[in-house]
């Protein structure tokens, strides 16, 4: 063979590789989308404040987590593919009244302080790196996130945030920047050590609660949902010859999705460990807390990553926080919803996102301490979420909603062991 086409025989096959990568991330979706979210402001605050405090010590409940959210997030997405409607529309219309409001209150309560939480800090990052009010900055990205869900096609914003879910791997750059100890940190990963006290055990539940979040259930449903629209498809309960193709890809999505939520996660934590925590700073309690501190400690460009990811995760975050509350509030009352609606078909779903948003940037002009009100929003999860999950089993159970396509024994087991973990770990936060 010739040396010239030897040489396009290589071009040709090294070509393959990108392209295939590139197709298999154009074909996710909902659940990396929803992986990408998990890893918000607040949830970034959470994990450099356990690598911060424990170091590499509680690294393993990175591992633990991961098939408890993949399990109840695949769940929730087959619920809205199979049925054709969100989580909250499925419980007006199949449970009691009362079941719906209190659901939804607490979504949308837990949603606005964490919304709040997310864009302060998003605006006390940017005040880090580049100086000037934090405040008009908490504004700016309020009303930037708004615009952005209302004005911009439902193709072309699912896009946006699935290319925006890279922006994670800022946190990649800061663990490789930090010098990591990578022998004690795999080995933390792999091997669990738990100590039985208070500060553990809150720690734990604070990891869980931020991992496992409702709001993301009610997304992941939702965007299903959406993506029938756009595809002008049939729900699986219509049509189930589609199913198995349809269960592969939502695994598959979920899976991806959930790994890479904790695995920047993880990351986190390595680096809060390997520089905060080896260098004595053990309480960090915002994520622009935890930003700063690496500044003297591992350099100004680790500090710059750090905040920069801050911010983009908070783009990432703010329009699923307040896309999730709009769709459990529309499903409630039979509005017409849908990011695929444009303004004028569904003034009250998008009112309510705005609503929810602003409400997110008012609390960050009041006296309402940050800290105190993630606190509070963490219990209105826990409170919500081991409920709601069970909800979920039912509803994914009920032949009467799903059909013939309830959930296989496996997932039904490991959706209700994930059930009971969280449950377990709500009990817990009230205790210790």
């Not at 703010?318 to 529309?330: D, E, F, K, Q, R």
């Not at 919803?337 to 303004?343: H, K, N, S, T």
């Not at 959706?415 to 377990?424: D, P």
Request: hydrophobic share 55%; net charge positive; charged share 10%.
């Amino acid at each position: 063979m010739s040396s010239d086409a030897t040489k396009k025989k290589v071009a040709t096959a090294s070509s393959k590789v990108p392209a295939t990568l590139l197709g298999f991330f154009k074909r996710l979706g909902p659940g990396l989308v929803t992986g990408a979210a998990d890893d918000d402001p607040s949830g970034i605050a959470t994990y450099s404040q356990v690598g911060a405090q424990f170091g590499f010590g509680l690294a393993w409940t990175m591992l633990f987590s991961f098939p408890l959210m993949v399990v109840i997030q695949a769940v929730s997405a087959r619920i809205g593919r199979v049925t054709g409607c969100g989580i909250a529309q499925n419980l007006r219309r199949h449970y009691s009244l009362w079941l719906l409001r209190v659901v939804v209150s607490l979504l949308v309560i837990a949603n606005v302080v964490n919304l709040g939480a997310d864009l302060g800090a998003m605006g006390a990052a940017l005040g880090l790196l580049i100086g000037g009010p934090e405040h008009f900055y908490t504004v700016l990205f309020g009303v930037v996130c708004i615009l952005l869900e209302i004005f911009i096609s439902y193709a072309r914003y699912a896009a946006v945030l699935k290319w925006a879910t890279l922006s994670l791997f800022a946190y990649v750059g800061v663990v490789f920047a930090a010098h990591v100890p990578w022998g004690t940190a795999l080995h933390n990963t792999f091997v669990p050590h738990f100590v039985f006290d208070s500060a553990h055990a809150m720690a734990l539940v604070a990891v869980l609660g931020t991992t496992i979040s409702p709001y993301l259930f009610f997304w992941q449903a939702a965007q299903e949902v959406e993506e029938l629209r756009r595809r002008n498809a049939k729900a699986l309960y219509v049509a189930p010859r589609d199913a198995d193709v349809e269960f592969a890809r939502i695994r598959v999505d979920t899976i991806v999705g959930m790994g890479m939520s904790n695995l920047i996660a993880l990351f986190i934590i390595f680096a809060t460990a390997a520089t905060l925590h080896a260098s004595g700073v053990t309480n960090i309690q915002t994520s622009s807390q935890a930003a700063e501190a690496l500044r003297p400690i591992a350099g100004e460009f680790t500090f710059a990553l750090f905040a920069a990811g801050i911010i983009a995760t908070g783009m990432l975050a703010v329009p699923v926080l307040a896309g999730s509350a709009a769709y459990g509030v529309s499903e409630a009352f039979g509005w017409r919803e849908g990011l695929d609606r444009l303004l004028k078909e569904a003034r009250a779903f998008y009112a309510t996102i705005a609503l929810a948003t602003l409400g997110g940037v008012a609390l960050n002009f009041t006296s309402l301490d940050p800290v105190k009100a993630l606190y509070w929003a963490a219990v209105v999860n826990g409170v919500l979420a081991a409920p709601l999950m069970a909800v979920m089993m039912l509803i994914a159970m009920n032949r009467r909603i799903m059909g013939k396509l309830t959930l296989p024994r496996p997932m039904l087991i490991a959706g209700w062991f994930s059930t009971a973990v969280m449950a377990l770990a709500t009990l817990g936060f009230f205790l210790v």
